[in-house]
């Protein structure tokens, strides 16, 4: 066994406001992780720890704003969300459920808390990743992968625990989200004393966050809400839970390619990037109230 080296773990940053709905601290790119590339295949990742949010008849969230060159992956825990696109594409995602937009070419998109969450209000805890596209595919046509918690996979083990497979494979088990490169995403919902172990190519940009609970990474103790990176050095990680635990999982093959990133716009080239703003403001990517 070649352990996998762990070569931070961060404490959540002071949160922040996105629109008036998600309250996120962010891990990356930014703070301790300011390299752009060192989660590659993920750039962003966003993180809207447990909070309560009181009743409300005016929805709270983001109103409508551009993506190109990537793809918004939002992975809820707590609350409910709905979700329109000017691709066409709309819905609710709840608890356990993923919401996988490929913005590719360029949408309009806009996010929000759930008619019926927001008129009674509550928990709230959700994820948000940005993962890149290599070059080949920045124009690909926008898409929506609505993944519900039934359809992912899960590796079962005998206590009671389990790996939630969203993308990827984990032990002959597959997630159902397609994607572009080599990525690997999972939910480990671990028992008290659960255990799991995880192999990934040294190469691969590796990291947990713990969502719920405590837990022991490779005999290194971990809270709720940090952020365990791992060095590219070794193969093998092992998890147990100290109490019952959830950890998100996340693991890609890097693309090694130049990064031009502008707000909502992910590119090669900072030529690009101009043209993807002029295509936005010239209405290129259509139409969304």
Do not use: C
């Amino acid at each position: 066994m070649s352990i996998k080296k762990i070569e931070a773990v961060l404490a959540p940053a002071p949160a922040h406001m996105v629109g008036d709905g998600f309250r996120v601290h962010n891990f990356f790119p930014g703070g301790r992780i300011m390299d752009k590339k060192r989660m590659s295949p993920f750039f962003l990742l966003d993180y809207g720890s447990k909070i309560e949010f009181s009743p409300s008849a005016v929805q709270r969230g983001v109103d409508v704003h551009p993506h190109a060159g990537f793809e918004t992956v939002t992975i809820a825990y707590h609350g409910r969300i709905a979700h329109h696109d000017s691709a066409g594409n709309s819905g609710v995602i709840g608890e356990g459920d993923v919401q996988w937009m490929t913005a590719g070419s360029g949408l309009l998109h806009k996010e929000y808390h759930e008619k019926e969450f927001s008129e009674k209000g509550g928990a709230f805890q959700m994820v948000q990743l940005w993962v890149n596209l290599p070059a080949k595919y920045k124009k690909t046509p926008p898409k929506y992968q609505p993944i519900t918690n039934d359809m992912m996979g899960r590796y079962a083990m005998a206590d009671g625990s389990f790996i939630e497979v969203i993308a990827g494979e984990y032990k002959g088990v597959k997630g159902p989200a397609t994607t572009f490169t080599p990525i690997e995403t999972y939910n480990a919902r671990l028992k008290k004393a659960g255990m799991a172990e995880f192999h990934f190519p040294s190469s691969y940009n590796t990291a947990f966050l713990v969502i719920s609970g405590e837990v022991i990474v490779n005999d290194q103790p971990v809270s709720a809400d940090h952020f365990v990176l791992f060095s590219n050095e070794g193969e093998d990680i092992q998890l147990k839970a100290t109490e019952e635990a959830i950890v998100l999982i996340l693991s890609g093959e890097p693309i090694n390619e130049p990064i031009a990133a502008y707000g909502p716009f992910l590119m090669n080239t900072w030529e690009e990037v101009d043209q993807a703003i002029r295509d936005a403001s010239q209405g290129k990517y259509g139409v969304l109230e």
